[in-house]
């Protein structure tokens, strides 16, 4: 009776962190450069980075109190910003509200200076009293709230392994590429499919 519990939760197991995987997955980052953005003393949006030793990509920071320099490298856990695995935890409509922003600086809709102090305003709130900034942070807060989670689908946020608020280098926001997908949805399918079989199996089994 225990060995079928333990086969069990075994298998379960299995399932569902082969589940979680298809959200996630860990690069390694190289700081390649910032932009020529620069707002309040501080570079903004785009920070370049390589990315597994790919060439330049433009990314957004949201940890305000983190700090990175040209060059360093560090390893980040990759997954969607709805995830809860972000720096700042479940912050899910801060998290939306700075996609929203992001998406609004990719396409025009907002300068680069005061949509990257929006998003950091977000995360460390008080660091402006900047009147645009607050205003975009208001508006993006607003829309958040009715957002569907369609919408955010393609961001993903890059955040320093073993990093948190204040330690650690800073998060990123960017879009997944392709190559970090892990695994396809058909062979998640499979492979769950094959995991639940063999659950089937191994009650037979041990019932024979």
């Known amino acids: 009776m225990l060995r079928r519990r333990f086969l069990l939760s075994l298998v379960v197991a299995l399932l569902f962190s082969t589940l979680a995987s298809a959200d996630s997955a860990t690069v390694k980052m190289t700081f390649l450069?910032?932009?020529?953005?620069?707002?309040?003393?501080?570079?903004?949006?785009?920070?370049?980075?390589?990315?597994?030793?790919?060439?330049?990509?433009?990314?957004?920071?949201?940890?305000?109190?983190?700090?990175?320099?040209?060059?360093?490298?560090?390893n980040a856990n990759v997954s969607g910003p709805l995830s809860g695995r972000g720096l700042f935890g479940k912050d899910f409509v801060d998290y939306k509200a700075a996609g929203i922003i992001f998406m609004g600086v990719m396409n025009g809709t907002y300068s680069a200076q005061t949509g990257n102090w929006a998003v950091w305003n977000l995360f460390s709130k008080g660091i402006t009293t900047n009147s645009a900034v607050l205003a975009l942070d208001s508006n993006a807060l607003l829309l958040?709230?009715?957002?569907?989670?369609?919408?955010?689908?393609?961001?993903?946020?890059?955040?320093?392994?073993?990093?948190?608020?204040?330690?650690?280098?800073?998060?990123?926001?960017?879009?997944?590429?392709?190559?970090?997908?892990?695994?396809?949805?058909?062979s998640l399918l499979l492979l769950s499919t094959g995991l639940i079989g063999i659950a089937g199996l191994v009650r037979r089994k041990l019932r024979g």
């Not at 890059?158 to 280098?169: A, E, K, L, R």
């Open 33 to 74: 450069y910032p932009g020529t953005n620069v707002s309040g003393g501080y570079y903004t949006y785009p920070y370049y980075f390589s990315i597994n030793g790919g060439k330049a990509t433009a990314m957004m920071c949201d940890s305000f109190n983190n700090h990175i320099s040209a060059g360093e490298s560090w």
């Open 144 to 186: 958040a709230q009715h957002a569907p989670a369609s919408e955010f689908r393609g961001l993903a946020l890059y955040t320093p392994v073993g990093g948190s608020p204040g330690n650690g280098p800073q998060e990123f926001i960017g879009y997944r590429k392709a190559s970090l997908s892990t695994p396809e949805p058909t």
